[in-house]
C-alpha cells in the first residue's frame, strides 16, 4: 500500500482529504454532544428551581401544565382566515389579557392552515372577556369565539362500527336466511 501512494499523488491526497473530513465530523460530533450536554443540565436547573406557591401554600394554577388547567384558560376561534399569523391574533386579542400562546392548526399532509386557532391566556378569568369577541370581524370574517373544551378519552365518534347493512347483524330479508332459495324448500 505504501508503494501504491508514492506511485500515485492522487490516492495520498484523496488520503489527506479523508482525514482532513474525518477531523471536522469528530469536531462537529463534539459540538453536538456539548450543546446536548448543556440542554440537558439547563433543563435539570429549571426543574430544580422552586415552583411559586399561592398564599394557601398550593401550587398557583397559572403553574400547572395539566390538560385540563391549560384548557380553562383557552379560547377556540373558529372561522380563522387562512393567511392570519399568530401576531395577528394575538393582536385581535391583546385587550382581553395577557396572552400565553396562538395556536394555528395545520393540517399534517399539506401544511396548510386548517381555519381554527387556540388562544391561551394567563388565566382563566380572562377567558370570558375573549367570548365578548365572538362574532367579531376579523380580517373580513366573522369569528366563532368559544371556551376550549376538554377532550375527553373515549369519546370518540368516528368509531362507532360499521353501519347498518354490513357484518353479522345487519338486515337481511327473509329468503335470504336460507329458505326459498333456489329449488324446493
Known sequence: ?????????AIADDDVN???????MQ????????????????KNASASTSVPKGEDGDLDTEMEDEPSAVDARSVYIGNVDYGATPEEIQAHFQACGTINRVTILCDKFTGHPKGYAYVEFAEPSIVQNAVVLNDSMFRGRLLSVKEKRTNVPGMNMTNRGRGRGRGRGGFRPYRARGRGRGRGY
Open 18 to 24: 479523508v482525514d482532513e473530513e474525518l477531523r471536522l
Open 1 to 9: 500500500m505504501a508503494e501504491l501512494r508514492e506511485s500515485s499523488p
Open 27 to 42: 469536531e462537529r460530533l463534539k459540538q453536538m454532544e456539548d450543546e446536548r450536554n448543556a440542554l440537558e443540565s439547563n
